[in-house]
């Protein structure tokens, strides 16, 4: 593991074997003291690792070469639930590798820089084109920037503002169309990289009538799927959205809130907290009458379309899970690798819904259509490669080509309908990817047994002490 952390007495604190330090709550951007040691997150560079030749001479570093960009902020959020935070937090080794808990090569959930950095690429309407820039911002940014691309605030009724900022400097509002595309997992650095090369020409397109971030977005912590969907679609982080984690406890109801999963997805709005709102609930606040999409999202509450509106009207159990027998064929997508489609049948299974995510898409912008004002499109595949190859693997690449074709698609729509002009489109993740290294194992629950230690773990480093016993509850 990289560090453990928690909060006593109004201090954030953490630690490992080589040192510890503490930050006041009361000032979570504030500078940290060290109590003894070595600082654990003494570097806290969002740059650390950028470009790819950079990352690729020190791949999954440890704690003392790492980085752990606004570790302060993104910490204290994690434990401000009042129900929901954990006792404890472990932020494992970024090259750590679970073999029984999956076995991926490519990795996620930590608070160092690379599985944290997502990419940030903003194109067309209202955008300027400054090219690659060498900065960074948070995915908690996406929510207010896509709002202020729409002519819309993220400020509620109730005049509490976000956590996130608008990118106001590389854009202006009044775009007739936003579009945010979210390709999950993606390798920020391996994407602008192979972009340059000639590798994603649909990205080369948005890069050409625009700006990209080398540094991307930081996800909140833990720099999971639905955490960070959520952050990117409310501009707050977890410990005001709710949505604590993949999967949680929930002190007051004393229930397991398995929140990322096909059976849930269609609910794990019902998780959000009061107060918290999405970009679709803004946007429709302040242009009322305006149509909205969100495809293939499970944070949707508020959309005129989604796709998980139409499974929670099909009255499934099953939610997402019972859509199989309805999913396009992978087999025959002239998009899709199919080397990977047969070796593969998770990448299969991501391939049909991402062929679903296209096909609602071209119908919602379609011919005879009048496109939505604000659409959001959720890509799965990208995910599914860099856990299967890890990040510059040929099969993450190949996930990242496969998504770039469907993109194409839509952007020759656009143009076909001469929409190119008047549509501004941003491009992030959830967060980013790094390599896990096979020999790099563990796991803290045989020790925290062996001591005698009654907990919870949850989602691999949510530690839950003296938590009663498990009720399951899948998201509701």
Same mark, same amino acid.
């Given at each position: 593991m990289d560090l453990v952390a928690w909060v006593e007495g109004g201090w954030l604190h953490v630690a490992n074997a080589d040192g510890a330090s503490r930050l006041s709550l009361t000032d979570p951007s504030g500078p940290w003291e060290v109590l003894r040691g070595r600082d654990p997150v003494a570097v806290q560079d969002p740059m650390h690792g950028v470009p790819l030749s950079l990352a690729r001479k020190d791949p999954s570093p440890p704690n003392d070469r790492n980085s752990y960009p606004f570790a302060g902020a993104r910490l204290a959020s994690v434990f401000a639930d009042p129900a929901r935070s954990p006792d404890v937090v472990v932020v494992h080794s970024a090259a750590h590798h679970w073999?029984?808990? $999956?076995?991926?090569?490519?990795?996620?959930?930590?608070?160092?820089? $690379? =599985?944290?950095?997502a990419?940030?690429?903003?194109?067309?309407?209202?955008?300027?084109? /400054?090219?690659?820039?060498?900065r960074s911002a948070r995915v908690i940014d996406v929510a207010p920037t896509l709002a202020y691309l729409a002519g819309a605030s993220m400020t509620g009724a109730d005049g509490l503002d976000v956590d996130g900022r608008a990118l106001a400097d590389l854009c202006v509002p009044g775009a007739r169309h936003v579009v945010g595309l979210l390709w999950d997992g993606v390798n920020c650095n391996d994407l602008l990289n192979m972009a340059g090369d000639g590798e994603l020409p649909a990205i080369a397109r948005l890069l050409a009538r625009g700006a990209a971030l080398t540094g991307g977005a930081v996800a909140e912590f833990p720099s999971v799927t639905l955490t960070n969907h959520t952050c990117a679609l409310t501009g707050v982080g977890p410990g005001r959205h709710g949505i604590l984690n993949n999967v949680y406890f929930d002190r007051e109801t004393g229930r397991r809130i398995v929140a990322n999963d096909a059976a849930t997805?269609?609910?794990?709005?019902? =998780?959000?907290?009061? $107060?918290?709102?999405?970009?679709?609930?803004?946007?429709?606040?302040?242009?009322p009458g305006v149509s909205t999409a969100c495809v293939n999202e499970p944070i949707d509450r508020g959309a005129t379309y989604s796709t998980f509106g139409v499974v929670r009207a099909m009255n499934s159990t099953d939610?997402?899970?019972?859509?199989? =027998?309805?999913?396009?064929?992978?087999?025959?997508?002239?998009h899709a690798t199919q080397e990977w489609v047969a070796a593969d049948p998770d990448y299969a299974w991501s391939t049909q819904v991402d062929a679903l995510g296209l096909a609602q898409v071209? =119908?919602?912008?379609?011919? +005879?259509?009048?496109?939505?004002?604000?659409?959001?499109?959720n890509t799965t595949v990208t995910d599914t490669g860099h856990h299967g190859g890890g990040p510059y693997s040929p099969q993450a690449r190949a996930s990242m080509v496969d998504a770039d074709r469907r993109l194409g698609?839509?952007?020759?729509?656009? +143009?076909?309908?001469?929409?190119?002009?008047?549509?501004?489109?941003?491009?992030?993740?959830d967060h980013g990817s790094e390599g896990a290294n096979p020999a790099c194992t563990g796991d803290w629950?045989?020790?925290? /047994?062996?001591?005698?230690i009654p907990f919870r773990d949850e989602a691999y480093g949510f530690l839950y002490l003296g938590a009663p016993p498990e009720r399951r509850d899948r998201g509701r």
């Amino acid at each position: 593991m990289d560090l453990v952390a928690w909060v006593e007495g109004g201090w954030l604190h953490v630690a490992n074997a080589d040192g510890a330090s503490r930050l006041s709550l009361t000032d979570p951007s504030g500078p940290w003291e060290v109590l003894r040691g070595r600082d654990p997150v003494a570097v806290q560079d969002p740059m650390h690792g950028v470009p790819l030749s950079l990352a690729r001479k020190d791949p999954s570093p440890p704690n003392d070469r790492n980085s752990y960009p606004f570790a302060g902020a993104r910490l204290a959020s994690v434990f401000a639930d009042p129900a929901r935070s954990p006792d404890v937090v472990v932020v494992h080794s970024a090259a750590h590798h679970w073999p029984r808990r $999956g076995g991926h090569l490519g990795e996620h959930g930590s608070l160092d820089a $690379g =599985q944290s950095r997502a990419p940030l690429l903003l194109s067309g309407a209202g955008v300027r084109r /400054r090219g690659l820039l060498a900065r960074s911002a948070r995915v908690i940014d996406v929510a207010p920037t896509l709002a202020y691309l729409a002519g819309a605030s993220m400020t509620g009724a109730d005049g509490l503002d976000v956590d996130g900022r608008a990118l106001a400097d590389l854009c202006v509002p009044g775009a007739r169309h936003v579009v945010g595309l979210l390709w999950d997992g993606v390798n920020c650095n391996d994407l602008l990289n192979m972009a340059g090369d000639g590798e994603l020409p649909a990205i080369a397109r948005l890069l050409a009538r625009g700006a990209a971030l080398t540094g991307g977005a930081v996800a909140e912590f833990p720099s999971v799927t639905l955490t960070n969907h959520t952050c990117a679609l409310t501009g707050v982080g977890p410990g005001r959205h709710g949505i604590l984690n993949n999967v949680y406890f929930d002190r007051e109801t004393g229930r397991r809130i398995v929140a990322n999963d096909a059976a849930t997805w269609h609910v794990a709005c019902e =998780q959000l907290r009061p $107060g918290v709102r999405t970009v679709f609930e803004a946007i429709a606040a302040s242009r009322p009458g305006v149509s909205t999409a969100c495809v293939n999202e499970p944070i949707d509450r508020g959309a005129t379309y989604s796709t998980f509106g139409v499974v929670r009207a099909m009255n499934s159990t099953d939610g997402a899970g019972g859509l199989g =027998q309805h999913l396009p064929s992978a087999s025959d997508d002239p998009h899709a690798t199919q080397e990977w489609v047969a070796a593969d049948p998770d990448y299969a299974w991501s391939t049909q819904v991402d062929a679903l995510g296209l096909a609602q898409v071209s =119908q919602l912008w379609g011919e +005879e259509a009048e496109p939505p004002a604000f659409t959001w499109w959720n890509t799965t595949v990208t995910d599914t490669g860099h856990h299967g190859g890890g990040p510059y693997s040929p099969q993450a690449r190949a996930s990242m080509v496969d998504a770039d074709r469907r993109l194409g698609v839509f952007l020759d729509l656009l +143009e076909a309908r001469g929409l190119a002009d008047d549509t501004a489109i941003l491009l992030t993740a959830d967060h980013g990817s790094e390599g896990a290294n096979p020999a790099c194992t563990g796991d803290w629950d045989e020790a925290l /047994r062996a001591a005698g230690i009654p907990f919870r773990d949850e989602a691999y480093g949510f530690l839950y002490l003296g938590a009663p016993p498990e009720r399951r509850d899948r998201g509701r």
